[in-house]
């Protein structure tokens, strides 16, 4: 059904390609806004988090809960906890006893992991900087859960989103016809216009401009690495905007100090920057002070001595992840934050940087952009690695469960590297050992 109405989006104009998407739209915000997200909406919106020990009673509660359900609800940690007795873990620290599992664990004992079936689940697909994708079950109330707060720290910041115009630039597949000057659908359904991010080259950089202006968002958010683009295009050409931002709100990479300078000057407004991820990782949202702050009522993050994430969701009981290694590194932060909140600071997350690679035609394509990818990609593909020597060439290469794969599979992993690069490109079946040890999603050697 999906890759049906997928062809038929392909073949419309694009006007009616707005009537789908924005059908699609209020089926998802039918499943984001229900009843329960209104209630935990109100619930967050009146939080401070002025208390430290509130917050730790809080958080080992809701940690106890959860093992209780995974191990009544999850085959696979039942059987990963044999032998532990959880009443024994009474604080975060007593969580060392419990066993890391990574996404190859989870990938591999998925249907004995996951807690619902998945005709009762919403379905979300993983990428980033491993390669690998992963599908993702979760309940209906643990979306509306995450979506509230996501809500709620928004609005902390001035920002009711259900109010006011949104201009997205991410990763979705949009455009299909190669001339084309209208480079955004529109999602009527949540005032939201969509824009192409594979499309933004210095000749049509003016394009999305003006219709930024015409369009008038009163929030931006999306890809840093798209709207830096668009930021230093304005800085450089002292473009005058017409429409007054209320906050721009940033995700899937790095956001760098010079990021936020550039983007600042040019719209006028301040950058908000959060954590999260299509697992459901624990919260990382910013404060009114611009500092970035680790929400404990979403979980527990805790780091090894690499410095690597090893979190622990309490929005994700449809796919339990408890003591996961994500794979992003985590700087903490010293100090109190004059916000009020007492939740840990973070100095930053690494693990999304903003590499590319070069399209023929001197576009760029992002990090985040391949994490869509691989999010498409069946969970047959276990590793994709993209190397690259010249903008027309480009070395795709990848491993596979080959007890799962099938022709079927790798043309749906083709079809949507197709679409951003073209045909011009050569498959490997297998990634080379690095004598490093370490693994790189983009190797670029394009200076």
């Known amino acids: 059904m999906k890759s049906l109405l997928s062809t038929i989006y392909k073949k419309l104009p694009a006007i009616f390609q707005d009537v789908m998407i924005s059908f699609y739209g209020a089926k998802l915000k039918r499943q984001r806004y229900g009843e329960q997200y209104w209630n935990y909406l109100d619930h967050y919106k009146r939080k401070t988090y002025p208390d430290l020990r509130e917050e730790k009673e809080n958080q080992i509660s809701e940690l106890k809960e959860l093992l209780n359900y995974a191990i009544s609800n999850s085959p696979f940690y039942a059987e990963l906890y044999s032998g532990i007795d959880l009443d024994q873990i009474r604080s975060v620290e007593d969580m060392s006893g419990l066993p890391v599992v990574n996404k190859e664990d989870i990938r591999a004992n998925s249907d004995s992991v996951y807690t619902i079936p998945e005709r009762d689940a919403i379905v979300s697909y993983t990428g980033g900087t491993t390669g690998k994708s992963l599908k993702v079950l979760f309940r209906l109330e643990d979306v509306q859960k995450r979506m509230a707060y996501l809500d709620a720290f928004k609005y902390r910041v001035g920002v009711d989103v259900h109010k006011l115009r949104k201009a997205t630039f991410s990763g979705r597949n949009l455009i299909y016809r190669k001339r084309t000057k209208r480079l955004w659908r529109n999602n009527w359904a949540y005032k939201q216009r969509l824009y192409s991010t594979f499309h933004i080259t210095e000749e049509n950089l003016p394009v999305y401009i003006n219709n930024l202006n015409k369009f008038k968002p009163e929030v931006l958010n999306g890809f840093v690495s798209a709207i830096y683009e668009l930021a230093e295009y304005i800085n450089r050409k002292n473009i005058v905007l017409t429409f007054t931002l209320k906050g721009i709100f940033t995700t899937s990479e790095t956001l760098l100090a010079h990021h936020r300078e550039s983007i600042e000057k040019a719209f006028d407004t301040k950058v908000y920057d959060q954590y999260a991820s299509a697992e459901g990782a624990p919260f990382i949202t910013q404060c009114a002070e611009g500092n970035l702050h680790f929400n404990m009522d979403t979980g527990v993050i805790e ?28 700087v903490w932060k010293d100090g109190v934050c004059k916000c009020g909140s007492c939740h840990p600071l973070v100095e930053s997350i690494e693990g999304r940087k903003v590499d590319y690679l070069y399209k023929p035609d001197g576009g760029k394509v992002s990090m985040s952009h391949l994490a869509d990818v691989i999010k ?12 690259q020597t010249s903008p027309a060439r480009l070395q795709v290469l990848y491993e596979a469960d080959h007890e ?5 599979h790798k043309e ?12 011009e490109m050569i498959y490997t079946d297998h990634i080379p050992k690095e004598k490093s040890g370490k693994f790189s999603l983009i190797k670029n050697s394009i200076s």
């Open 303 to 330: 780091t090894n001595v690499k410095s690597e994430m090893i979190v622990t969701s309490f929005t994700s009981y449809g796919t339990p992840l408890i003591r996961y290694n994500i794979g992003d590194l985590l």
């Open 412 to 423: 749906s992993m083709m079809k949507e590297l197709r679409y951003r690069f073209g045909d």
């Open 376 to 387: 498409g990609i069946p969970n047959s593909i276990t590793k994709m690695q993209f190397i």
């Open 404 to 408: 799962l794969l099938t022709d079927a």
